[in-house]
């Protein structure tokens, strides 16, 4: 028997892959992550499967459900928000299964800032602007970011960042990038990406933490800093397409 850590995207229930799709109906437990996911995701299961939400259970519980699951002659679909490469626990979890000699495989998801991107309509690496993009997340009650990893340090090479788990301290993290990117510097806040509830919040470093603070986010939202986002239309073009480019005869 085997665990399925499947990417349930950023929550739509028809951004899902075909692979996860069929995992989903064909395994007789399910543990999702509910605080992420839009409930029509779980409509894939087949009928009469054991649905577990692990958004209030620990990673020792987490594990024993996994555990007892296969013990039984059960597969089971280990459902993690975005994809399972990215702030997913995996490594714990997946370390945990091998001591306990349970088999475990991965399918891959869309992840949150893919989704946050296509809802802004941007690209987020531009010619002559911006080729990088940066993925990370703060501290707060979390754990420690390691060393060498300051928000100071990424901001240096003017990429594009993706912030996760952070929405809350967007304030004093506004503050720490003006310095490299400018108080004009283009934000996006994406709050459930994909889902009903989805909101998208527009501005700068100078004026998103308070248009953050009236919408009331707290959680579930990717913010997005970098001058991508207000590429001028007449920007440096891609070499792959240049018509003067020289391309190889047929």
């Known amino acids: 028997m085997t665990v399925h850590f499947i990417g349930a995207g950023p929550g739509a229930a ?6 996860a799709v069929d995992l989903l109906r064909d395994s007789p437990v399910c543990l ?5 996911l839009d409930p029509e995701v779980l409509a894939h299961c087949a009928p009469g499967t054991e649905l577990i939400d692990t958004q209030h259970l620990n990673l020792d519980q987490i594990i024993d459900h996994l555990v007892r699951a296969t013990a039984s002659g059960k597969d089971v679909a280990r459902l993690c928000s975005g994809d399972p490469s990215i702030y997913s626990a995996l490594t714990e979890q997946t370390r945990r299964l091998d001591a306990h000699h349970v088999a475990w495989d991965i399918t891959p998801g869309v992840p949150a800032y893919a989704a946050a991107a296509a809802v802004l309509g941007t690209e987020l690496t531009v ?7 940066v993925l990370t997340r703060t501290q ?3 754990t420690a970011m390691p060393e060498g990893e300051a928000l100071a340090n990424f901001a240096a090479t003017g990429a594009t960042l993706v912030l996760h788990l952070a929405i809350t301290r967007i304030g004093v993290l506004a503050e720490e990038l003006t310095g490299e990117y400018g108080a004009d510097c283009p934000v996006a806040v994406v709050y459930r990406a994909s889902q009903p509830e989805q909101l998208v919040l527009r501005g700068t470093l100078s004026d998103i933490a308070g248009r953050v603070a009236d919408a009331g ?8 800093v970098g001058r991508a986002m207000s590429a001028p239309v007449d920007c440096a073009q891609s070499h792959l397409y ?6 190889p005869s047929r």
């Open 14 to 19: 028809d951004l899902l892959t075909v692979r």
């Open 32 to 36: 999702y992550a509910g605080t992420y």
């Open 127 to 133: 010619p002559e602007v911006v080729q990088s993009v």
């Open 140 to 142: 707060a009650r979390s």
């Open 217 to 224: 986010l707290r959680q579930a939202a990717v913010i997005l």
């Open 242 to 247: 240049d018509p003067q480019r020289v391309r």
